[in-house]
């Protein structure tokens, strides 16, 4: 049997706009719903064939594709363009449940996503983790004592009462559509479908208690400070045996006694002294794996930054390594001996001891002398 045109379907021109689409599936599928049509064959079809329709010219991407191609431009399923037919009616309730307003459904089995048991879950913990240099570098695993709901030992739990295990509470209203029912969590299980039936002493209301309880923590190499891993099903524990909470380890780097961190690279501030920085020398100078030498080359300026390839931290993503950066910084001496200022003063008269432009700077001074000239 051939497919109807999906526009026919919902009454609604191709012209017609998201809002009008939605409107008349909404009013199609109100009027075909099973349950306002108990044991109607015909009105189950055609409430599916609605929400085929509405599933296709409700995407801008798939409409564009039955717009130029028809149903051979769907490849025979809608989701697709033709399974609805071959789905249950839950499955469809699912997907367009909302499509109602989400909290009301019509009859008996309605409304789909109304008539679920809300599955609760526990609060999440936040906690600072403080961490070296050293310990981001490798990676490192904590032990630490966290403060957490736990169920108590010995809490029952029986169905509830109230909802009789479905989470909502159902209530029927008369319309000018006929009988319809609205649905809401259940105020005396918050939805669980569950209620406490032994609470050990010390418990609160949900039969839960605060221990203090170690969790292992395995941090990976490269966090940086002010992150947040998150360690699933690590929080405080759910009423009625649901679902943990999460533990969110905020990371809080400290500081280093000689390195400064900025991402991946480390940086360090050698001072030298004015004779190592003229004749050259080498250097010690710490990094995250011990200590090191470095050569400070003859005629070395202050400022004069040395690479370490690969000295840095590691990428968090595992992407490379940072380099350790050392700034050199030419120390002048404040006090001097007369013997010392007596080299100085004989020094600073050769012309190795002045500053000698060169580059760009000595281009400049000459192009300033034939301005002036």
């Known amino acids: 049997m051939a497919k109807r045109d999906f526009y026919e379907v919902l009454g609604v021109t191709r012209s017609a706009s998201e809002s009008e689409i939605k409107k008349a599936y909404r009013k199609m599928a109100i009027k075909y719903h099973p349950d306002k049509n108990p044991g109607d064959k015909e009105a189950e079809e ?10 296709v010219l409700s995407n801008p991407e798939k409409k564009q594709r039955y717009d130029q191609f028809g149903h051979a431009g769907l490849g025979g399923a809608a989701g697709g363009g033709g399974g609805f037919h071959n789905m249950n009616m839950e499955d469809i309730f699912d997907q367009f449940g909302d ?28 906690i600072k983790l403080k961490l ?12 630490i004592k966290v403060n957490k709901l736990v169920n108590a030992p ?29 649905a809401s ?12 039936t032994k609470r050990p002493p010390g418990s609160d209301e949900n039969g839960l208690v605060r221990e203090e309880t170690t969790i292992e923590i ?14 699933r099903g690590k929080g405080n524990a759910a009423p009625m045996g649901g679902v943990p909470g999460d533990l969110l380890v905020v990371i809080e780097e400290i500081p280093h006694q000689d390195l400064s961190r900025d991402g991946q690279n480390l940086y360090y501030d050698l001072y030298v002294n004015f004779a190592d920085a003229t004749l050259g020398n080498t250097a010690e100078i710490p990094t995250i794996s011990g200590k090191a ?15 370490l ?45 002045r500053p000698s432009p060169t580059g760009k700077e000595k281009n400049f001074f000459s192009r300033m002398k034939e301005y002036f000239n």
């Open 309 to 353: 390839k690969g000295k840095g931290l590691p990428s968090v993503q595992a992407y490379g390594r940072g380099d350790l950066l050392v700034t050199v910084n030419v120390w002048t001496p404040q006090t001097l001996n007369s013997e010392e200022k007596k080299m100085l003063e004989k020094l600073r008269e050769s012309d190795n001891f």
């Open 154 to 182: 010995g809490v029952e739990y029986t169905t509830c009462n109230t909802c009789r295990g479905t989470g909502r509470i159902m209530r029927v209203t008369s319309t000018i559509l006929g009988q319809m029912q609205t």
């Open 46 to 55: 055609n409430f599916k064939e609605a929400a085929e329709a509405y599933e």
């Open 293 to 307: 030498k470095i050569k400070v080359a003859p005629g070395t300026q202050s400022g004069k930054i040395l690479r």
């Open 99 to 126: 499509i109602f307003g989400g909290a009301f459904g019509f009859g008996g089995g309605g409304g789909g996503r109304g008539g679920r048991r809300a599955t609760m879950k526990g609060s999440n913990l936040r």
């Open 185 to 196: 969590t259940c105020s005396t299980c918050s939805g669980s479908g569950q209620s406490v």
């Open 218 to 231: 395995e941090i990976p190499a490269g966090v940086e400070d002010g992150m947040q891993l998150s360690m």
């Open 132 to 143: 070296t240099i050293e310990e981001i570098a490798n990676g490192v695993q904590k032990r």
